[in-house]
């Protein structure tokens, strides 16, 4: 019988987001869409550890590997400057 992935809660994103808010977004999306976790980690192309980590919030993880899941689930980033950018 195949796994059952319930849908985790989807977090605030109203306020700067972190790393760990991106993680939980990524939970989130992955659940939503009914993916285990080995299911997406096969479709990144990434181990199920590795995976895992991203999901985790593992701050040492390879930025092209966030970006192999977030290209994976089709979540876009957007990069704002903030400020008038004299603050150098």
Same mark, same amino acid.
């Given at each position: 019988m195949p796994?059952?992935?319930?849908?985790?809660?989807?977090?605030?994103?109203?306020?700067?987001?972190?790393?760990?808010?991106?993680?939980?977004?990524?939970?989130?999306?992955? @659940?939503?869409?009914?993916? @285990?976790?080995?299911?997406a980690a096969s479709l990144c192309n990434l181990s199920k550890q590795a995976y895992s980590n991203v999901e985790k919030g593992i701050?040492?993880?390879?930025?092209?590997?966030?970006?192999?899941v977030l290209v994976a689930l089709g979540i876009a980033l957007s990069i704002v400057e903030q400020g008038d950018g004299d603050d150098w």
């Open positions: 796994k059952q992935v319930v849908i985790s809660k989807k977090p605030d994103l109203t306020d700067p987001i972190d790393f760990a808010v991106l993680s939980q977004f990524i939970r989130h999306k992955r @659940t939503s869409l009914d993916m @285990t976790l080995e299911d701050s040492n993880i390879r930025v092209e590997t966030l970006f192999k």
